[in-house]
């Protein structure tokens, strides 16, 4: 047998990727294409609203809500980290207003991205984000209580978790903003 290092398993596995033994014979009449798979996808259909709270009275940057690419590699995601970041703490509203400062809030991830990250599950994120919390500064918004708040992705107890922020709280290094790739 020229691939006698196969065993009867993995022809199995093979069989059942292709969707039987239906999707065998469509495979070898090439009706079916392979083609190579990238798992660091994330597709945004940005047609569908984010999922905001019932306590965000206000989106600071409506303006950027629906922007964004369909898709994006999350290994080519970049964790931006403020000056003040790297060696100690730096205020949220410090972080926010840099990024406003310096037009870099349109490279920088919203809700939707976020939510679309968290379906992908634990071991994605820990695979790309692992021992941090990261940041959608695209989307802050404002609170009953007249509070600024970012949403973020953190592990919590085997799942990843959606939360928001307060701009007032600390950020140190395992808290970066996540930029598109430029």
């Known amino acids: 047998m020229k691939y006698g290092e196969l065993n009867l398993g ?10 039987g033994m239906e999707g065998v014979q469509k495979f070898l009449a090439e009706e079916i294409v392979i083609a190579k798979s990238n798992k660091n996808l994330i597709f945004v259909d940005r047609t569908i609203p984010a999922n905001y709270p019932d306590w965000v009275v206000e989106k600071e940057h409506p303006e950027l809500e629906s922007t964004g690419p369909a898709e994006f590699d999350a290994g080519k995601l970049g964790l931006w980290l403020h000056d003040e970041q790297k060696t100690g703490y730096v205020t949220g509203n410090t972080i926010h207003q840099y990024l406003k400062d310096h037009g870099m809030l349109k490279d920088c ?49 085997g799942v990843v978790d959606l939360d928001g922020d307060w701009l007032g709280n600390d950020w140190d290094a395992r808290s970066p903003a996540l930029l598109l790739a430029s």
């Not at 993995?10 to 969707?19: C, D, M, R």
């Not at 991205?113 to 994605?124: A, P, S, V, Y």
């Open 10 to 19: 993995q022809i199995e596995a093979l069989v059942n990727k292709l969707g």
């Open 109 to 157: 991830l919203n809700l939707r991205d976020l939510e679309e990250i968290q379906k992908k599950g634990i071991t994605f994120f820990r695979k790309h984000f692992k021992d941090k919390c990261v940041f959608g500064w695209k989307s802050v918004v404002r609170d009953r209580d007249d509070n600024l708040i970012v949403p973020y992705l953190c592990e919590g107890d």
